[in-house]
């Protein structure tokens, strides 16, 4: 297993751009039932610790500002997640996904136009498992309503991992 310091930067080619998602949306066009669907999502922050400040987030485990052994702890998995609500008419979203190394937790930040944090939990114990479950997700970051997905991804990784949190 690696140690922390050793943690693997995503390849580049694992990124995703705005013109390949634009030419999957050509080539698998989706009907008004899906669209309906995809908008009724819940993405809600029900079960999870909302945060209105950093101070307070910070105040609660100072771990959440500490580097990690490898020198970074905030990992991002994508910014611009879409929640309706926040993002309608806006283009890009205004949330991002990260994982933190040095309390093992997974949260949503949005910046603008009001911070606000919700944090989902430590059911993501490792580096390795969150390259896998939230990167997997993050070509989904345009889509209507994406934080849902997030947030349904997360309550099932927490499903399977019931001694988290």
Do not use: C
């Not at 490792?126 to 349904?152: G, K, M, Y």
């Amino acid at each position: 297993m690696a140690e922390r310091n050793d943690v693997p930067q995503r390849p580049d080619r694992m990124m995703v751009d705005e013109d390949s998602i634009e030419s999957d949306r050509r080539i698998r066009p989706r009907s008004a039932a899906l669209e309906r669907a995809v908008a009724q999502r819940d993405a809600s922050p029900t079960g999870f610790t909302r945060y209105s400040t950093e101070a307070l987030f910070v105040r609660e485990d100072p771990r959440r500002t500490a580097d990690s052994e490898g020198g970074r702890n905030w990992y991002p998995f994508g910014t611009d997640w879409r929640r309706d609500g926040d993002d309608d008419n806006r283009g890009k979203g205004t949330w991002t996904l990260w994982w933190l190394a040095t309390t093992q937790e997974t949260v949503l930040e949005r910046r603008a136009p009001r911070w606000e944090l919700w944090l989902l939990g430590t059911a993501i114990a490792s580096f390795d498992q969150a390259q896998t479950v939230l990167h997997s997700i993050e070509p989904l970051r345009p889509e209507p309503n994406s934080v849902a997905v997030v947030l349904d991804v997360y309550r099932a990784v927490d499903g399977l991992n019931p001694k988290a949190r």
